[in-house]
C-alpha cells in the first residue's frame, strides 16, 4: 500500500486487476467506458465501468462534493469515456469485493443518447450489423477474450512440441484444395481484359499467371515439414463457397500442423493432444468469461467440455460410419451412401447421438478427398482423418500426406491436375520423401465449439460471408 501523499498520483490498472488484485485502501486510476449509471437518493452516483479487461465492470462511486458532478458526472451516458482515479474500498453490494471510491472522474468522450447499446438486450444478428460497437457487450467482449487466449495457447501448445511458427503465403497460384472454391487476386481491368488467342492474356497479370487467395498453407507447409521436421501455420485461409451456414465463413483462421515421419496415428494423437490443450488453458484461465457462456449462452457446455478433456476420443472408420448411420434409422435430409460426403446431420447424429463427445473419422473413400492424401492398401480409401465434435462438427481435417512418387503422379493423372503446376511439390517426393501427415484446425469452429455461440459469424470479429464484407 501506498501511503496517502501518492494518492495524486495513483496508478493506471485494468479493472480485471482492480476487481481481483487491487489491496483495500490504494489508490489507483482506472480508464474505460460507462455500462451503466444511477444516481442514489444519497447524493451520489454509482457507475459501473468496463474497459475490456474481463466481464465484471468496476462499480465506481462518485459522490455529489466532487467538482464536476453536476455538470459532468450525473448526466454520464452509456458508452462515454472516462478516467477515475480514487481509492479501493471493500464493497458492501452484492456481486463484487471491492469499488472504487472517485476522487476525481474526468469525462474524456461523452455518447450521446443515440448510443445503440442501450441497456435492452439485442439479438446476435442485430449486433453484426454493429461490429464496431459490439465488442463493448458482455458477449463478444467474452469471445474475444475467449479467442485471444485460445490464439495463446495455440502457439504455446505447438512450441512446447517443437513445431516452428511458419508463415505461409496469402496469395498463391496452387489450389490445395482442389475444390476450386478461390477468390482471384488480379490487377487485369475487368472491364477491358486483354486478350490471346480469344483466351484472358494472364501473362499480362501481376504476377504473369492467375493468382488467388489461399484455401490452405498445407503444400507449403509439407515443405517446411520435410526440411524442419515439424512445423505449423496460423494464418487466414480463404473460400469463395456459396456457403450461407452457421459454421461456414469465405474468411477464416486456421492452424495448421504438418510433421515429417508421422503417419496417421500420430497425427490424430497429435490433434486430440492440441484439442485437449485448448479446452485445459480456456477453462483454466477463462473461467468468468466460460461462466457466461454457461449461463447465458449454452446451458451445460463446460460440463460438455470436461468431459472431452477426461475422456480419450473415440475413432470409426468413414465405413463404420456410414454402416452405423444406415443402421441408425433416422430420417436424414440427405441420403446414406457409402462414396458420398457426410453432411452436417450426419456428423451431429455421430457425435451427439451416438457418441457424445468428439470422433476421429478415418480412411475416408478417395474420390470425395484432394489429391495429396495418401492412399490406402484396399485402393479405394485414403488416410484421411477429421475430428468431429458436438454441436459444430467438422473442427479438424487432415492426413497422411502421399510420399511415394509414382503413386502421387498417378493420383494427379486421374484427377486431371497439371505436373508442371506442383513441380516443387513432386520434388519434395524425389529428394528424401518421407512420411509426413499434418492437419488443419478451424479456429473459428473452436472458438464456436469452447463458447456455445450459435452462429460461426459471431466468433470472428469481422464475418465475411457471401454478400457481405462490411467493416
Ligand atoms: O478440411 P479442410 O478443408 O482441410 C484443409 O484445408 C487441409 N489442407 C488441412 C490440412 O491438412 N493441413 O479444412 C480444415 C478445417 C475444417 O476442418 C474446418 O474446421 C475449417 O478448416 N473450415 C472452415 N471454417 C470456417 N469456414 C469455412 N468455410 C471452413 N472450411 C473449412
Ligand atoms: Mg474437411
Given at each position: ?7 495524486n498520483?495513483s ?7 482492480a ?23 444519497g447524493?451520489f452516483?454509482?457507475i459501473?465501468?468496463?474497459?475490456g479487461?474481463?466481464l ?12 464536476n458532478?453536476s455538470?459532468?458526472i ?9 478516467v477515475?482515479?480514487?481509492v479501493?474500498?471493500a464493497?458492501?453490494?452484492?456481486g463484487?469485493?471491492?469499488e ?35 465488442p463493448?457487450t458482455?458477449?463478444?467482449?467474452a ?39 478461390m477468390f ?5 481491368p475487368?472491364?477491358n481484359?486483354?486478350?490471346k ?12 499467371k ?14 517446411y515439414?520435410t526440411?524442419?521436421g515439424?512445423?505449423?501455420t ?6 469463395a ?13 486456421m492452424?495448421e500442423p ?7 496415428p500420430?497425427?490424430?494423437?497429435l ?7 485448448l ?12 461462466q457466461?457462456f454457461?449461463?447465458r ?12 478433456m477426461?475422456k ?25 451412401n ?7 446431420e450426419?456428423?451431429?447424429y ?6 457424445c ?11 470425395i ?10 485402393g479405394?480409401?485414403?488416410?484421411a482423418?477429421?475430428?468431429l465434435?458436438?454441436h ?8 497422411q500426406?502421399?510420399e ?9 493423372r ?22 509426413h ?21 459471431d ?13
Amino acid at each position: 500500500m501506498e501511503d496517502s501523499a501518492c494518492s495524486n498520483a495513483s496508478k493506471w490498472v485494468s479493472v480485471s486487476f482492480a476487481r481481483d488484485s487491487a489491496s483495500i485502501g490504494e489508490s489507483i486510476q482506472i480508464r474505460g467506458w460507462v455500462r451503466t449509471r444511477r444516481d442514489s437518493k444519497g447524493g451520489f452516483s454509482f457507475i459501473e465501468v468496463n474497459d475490456g479487461s474481463c466481464l465484471g465492470n468496476l462499480q465506481v462511486i462518485a459522490d455529489a462534493s466532487l467538482p464536476n458532478y453536476s455538470s459532468e458526472i450525473s448526466s454520464l451516458s452509456v458508452g462515454s469515456s472516462i478516467v477515475v482515479s480514487g481509492v479501493v474500498k471493500a464493497s458492501e453490494g452484492q456481486g463484487q469485493s471491492r469499488e472504487l471510491a472517485a476522487a476525481s472522474v474526468e469525462l474524456v468522450g461523452l455518447a450521446p443518447n443515440d448510443f445503440p447499446l442501450q441497456k435492452k438486450r439485442h439479438s446476435f444478428e442485430k449486433l453484426r450489423e454493429w461490429a464496431h460497437l459490439r465488442p463493448r457487450t458482455n458477449a463478444f467482449g467474452a469471445v474475444t477474450r475467449v479467442r485471444n487466449r485460445l490464439s495463446f495457447s495455440v502457439h504455446q501448445f505447438f512450441q512446447e512440441e517443437g513445431f516452428n511458427y511458419v508463415n505461409t503465403p496469402i496469395i498463391t497460384a496452387s489450389d490445395c484444395e482442389g475444390a476450386g472454391q478461390m477468390f482471384r487476386v488480379t490487377t487485369l481491368p475487368l472491364d477491358n481484359l486483354p486478350t490471346k488467342n480469344g483466351k484472358v492474356d494472364h501473362e499480362k497479370d501481376f504476377f504473369g499467371k492467375p493468382a488467388f487467395l489461399t484455401v490452405s498453407g498445407q503444400l507449403e507447409a509439407e515443405i517446411y515439414a520435410t526440411s524442419m521436421g515439424k512445423c505449423y501455420t496460423f494464418g487466414p485461409t480463404f473460400r469463395a463457397e456459396n456457403s450461407n451456414t452457421s459454421r461456414h465463413l469465405s474468411e477464416f483462421w486456421m492452424i495448421e500442423p504438418e510433421a515429417a515421419f508421422f503417419e496417421l496415428p500420430d497425427n490424430m494423437l497429435l490433434a486430440e493432444r492440441f484439442i485437449k490443450r485448448l479446452l485445459t488453458d480456456v477453462l483454466g484461465d477463462c473461467s468468468e468469461d466460460m461462466q457466461f457462456f454457461e449461463e447465458r449462452v449454452q446451458p451445460g457446455i463446460l460440463d460438455a467440455l470436461r468431459m472431452v478433456m477426461n475422456k480419450p476420443f473415440e475413432h470409426m472408420t468413414y465405413t463404420e460410419a456410414v454402416d452405423i448411420l444406415t443402421a441408425s434409422g433416422e430420417k436424414f435430409e440427405f441420403p446414406v451412401n457409402w462414396g458420398a460426403d457426410l453432411q452436417a446431420e450426419h456428423e451431429r447424429y455421430l457425435t451427439e447421438k451416438h457418441i457424445c463427445g468428439p470422433l476421429i473419422l478415418y480412411n475416408y473413400p478417395k474420390s470425395i478427398k484432394p489429391f495429396y492424401m495418401r492412399c490406402n492398401d484396399d485402393g479405394r480409401t485414403v488416410a484421411a482423418m477429421d475430428v468431429l465434435v458436438p454441436h459444430v462438427g467438422e473442427i479438424v481435417g487432415g492426413s497422411q500426406r502421399e510420399e511415394r512418387l509414382p503413386v502421387l503422379l498417378e493420383r494427379m493423372r486421374e484427377m486431371n491436375l497439371d505436373e508442371k503446376e506442383y513441380w516443387w511439390y513432386i520434388e519434395l517426393r524425389k529428394y528424401g520423401s518421407v512420411p509426413h501427415s499434418g492437419f488443419g484446425l478451424g479456429f473459428e469452429r473452436v472458438v464456436q465449439w469452447v463458447t456455445g455461440m450459435t452462429n460461426i459469424r459471431d466468433c470472428i470479429p469481422f464475418p465475411r460471408t457471401p454478400g457481405s464484407a462490411e467493416f
